[in-house]
């Protein structure tokens, strides 16, 4: 027997009731429906909580994102301006190897490349003010061109360098081997060229330059070099003899003591030996001469000091 349910109805005066009988399997029915749309209203609620949560992340995310990119556009642009400052150093340098080879008349080596190649003219300056969501791709390309461009020109500024240093360092080390100083402090008693002996009373050459002073005054190497002869020379006595390079040698008699023996390397200034009186000489002097490739030289054209 199926089981029913009355309900009591009032009326609208309150004066009466009415009696509402629903079967029970209705009833349940009904607030089984119920429960099942607030089920439904549940999950609803709850998928769109969590759908506005992950919106949100994501949208803190993106945000992220975006701040990212533009700190990293802010980089290129920033890398852009790194890079014409060193295109504009890179040419001061050039700029100021080619004012060395100026003052010092030092040609460029004919099989070395201009700065940015043969006939390469300077690259113009990035724009570093482009709009970056516009023409992010034009700049980049552009940065990746001319930072193989800059990595070519300082190839080419980096042999300039060289080749001028090595000019210059072949230069100094002639320089450092060409008698340029007074060997001895003193008197000139007898220039290089044609003289009446003291010996003979006859016309001769003279291939030296004679300075006098007491003896044991220093003497002193005129350029760097080295000792090729350390001894007894005929008419000079006690001579030492400095083979400085480049075809120059420089020799010193009549000493009374030498200070240096063969083999031994000095510089400009050492002293070498000591002023003496020995050889044919009239009195303690220093026989100075210079001879170049073999041939003597007038050594007063060697001395700056």
């Known amino acids: ?4 349910i009355s309900l009591v109805v009032l009326t609208n005066s309150g004066s009466s009731a009415r009696h509402l009988t629903i079967p029970a399997a209705v009833l349940r029915f009904i607030v089984l429906g119920c429960l099942v749309a607030v089920g439904f ?17 994501k949208e803190t995310m993106i945000s992220s994102q975006l701040d990212e990119i533009v700190r990293q556009r802010k980089q290129i642009q920033e890398f852009a301006e790194e890079i014409d400052s060193l295109k504009s150093k890179l040419v001061d340098l050039n700029d100021f190897e080619k004012k ?3 003052i010092a008349n030092i040609e460029k080596p004919e099989d070395q490349d201009n700065l940015f190649g043969v006939g390469g003219s300077i690259p113009e ?24 461009q800059l990595q070519a020109a300082t190839d080419n500024q980096d ?18 081997c060409t008698p340029a100083i007074r060997p001895a402090h003193g008197w000139t008693t007898s220039r290089f060229g044609y003289r009446t002996s003291p010996f003979t009373g006859r016309r001769e050459f003279h291939r030296g330059f004679d300075i006098a002073n007491r003896e044991g ?51 400009r200034g050492d002293t070498i030996a000591l002023i003496g009186n020995t050889g044919r000489s009239t ?23």
């Open 1 to 4: 027997m199926r089981k029913k």
């Open 41 to 57: 209203l549940a999950y609803d609620y709850y998928y769109l909580k969590s759908a506005a949560n992950l919106l949100q992340n």
């Open 100 to 102: 060395i080879r100026i």
């Open 125 to 148: 300056d990035l724009d570093t003010q482009l709009p970056l969501r516009e023409k992010h791709n034009s700049l980049m390309r552009d940065m990746h061109n001319q930072v193989d």
């Open 159 to 176: 042999d300039g360098f060289n080749s001028l240093y090595k000019y210059l360092k072949s230069r100094q080390n002639l320089l450092a």
């Open 217 to 267: 005054t220093p003497v002193v190497a005129t350029a760097d070099g080295h000792v090729t002869f350390a001894g007894s020379k005929g008419l000079l006595g006690k001579a030492i003899v400095v083979n400085h390079g480049h075809g120059m040698v420089t020799r010193y008699g009549h000493c009374m003591k030498l200070l240096k023996k063969r083999g031994d390397a000095v510089k």
């Open 283 to 305: 009195g303690p002097h220093l026989h100075y001469e210079i001879h170049l490739n073999g041939i003597p030289v007038n050594p007063e054209k060697y001395i700056l000091n």
